[in-house]
């Protein structure tokens, strides 16, 4: 690890220099793995001082956190954390899975998940951060959402964190798999929006009272 010992703060720093390690950063870390990024050429590609670089974020970690969460500030849609229209349960479903799946479809996401697919270049801790930062949010949004709707007797689930995991599963359908083997296809919107409807049907089939024998 190519990590520095952290620098005590000393003047303001400079925002435009900030964003522009970061954006360096981020193009890095994806392209090469955390293990493999190099700060001289992170610093290089910022247009500052190696100096400047630590100055700023400390260490090689503290700047590959760093620069997750500005991806997911930038990249996860605000809009699938929004309240959903609790009288319309699949039409909620539907506009959450749109979104969700066209998520996934991001040059960013897809790249960051093949990062973190070379186990070996980013440390345990590491994933886990960026678990923490990306899907653990929407898990546990997912989880509160599902919960309400439970509240209401408008789903009959036992456990919704399981809940949570097997709708995003169908959400997702083979397309983590198709971006892994590196076989992305980009199918018809028609297409899309015919599974994303199969795949909420069929959570609610399960899940519904009236499923329920």
């Not at 000393?10 to 360096?24: S, Y």
Request: with cysteine; hydrophobic share 45%.
């Amino acid at each position: 690890m190519e990590d520095a010992p952290v620098r005590s703060a000393g003047r303001p720093k400079d925002p435009a220099k900030h964003e522009a390690i970061l954006a360096a950063a981020k193009e890095l870390f994806l392209d090469r793995g955390f293990a493999q990024a190099n700060m001289q050429e992170v610093a290089d590609r910022a247009g500052v001082s190696k100096l400047t670089l630590y100055s700023h974020f400390g260490d090689k970690t503290s700047l590959f956190v760093a620069a997750v969460r500005d991806h997911y500030e930038h990249s996860v849609p605000e809009a699938l954390f929004h309240d959903w229209d609790e009288n319309d349960l699949r039409g909620a479903l539907l506009t959450f899975g749109r979104i969700y799946h066209a998520y996934l479809l991001l040059p960013a996401t897809v790249a960051g998940r093949r990062m973190l697919m070379r186990t070996a270049d980013t440390p345990p801790q590491l994933s886990l951060e960026v678990w923490n930062l990306g899907p653990a949010r929407i898990n546990a949004f997912l989880t509160a959402t599902l919960t309400r709707f439970i509240d209401r007797g408008m789903l009959d689930i036992e456990n919704p964190q399981f809940a949570t995991v097997h709708l995003l599963s169908l959400l997702r359908g083979d397309l983590f798999a198709q971006l892994g083997y590196g076989v992305q296809r980009h199918v018809p919107g028609e297409e899309t929006e015919a599974y994303l409807a199969s795949a909420v049907d069929l959570f609610l089939r399960a899940c519904t009272p009236s499923a329920k024998r």
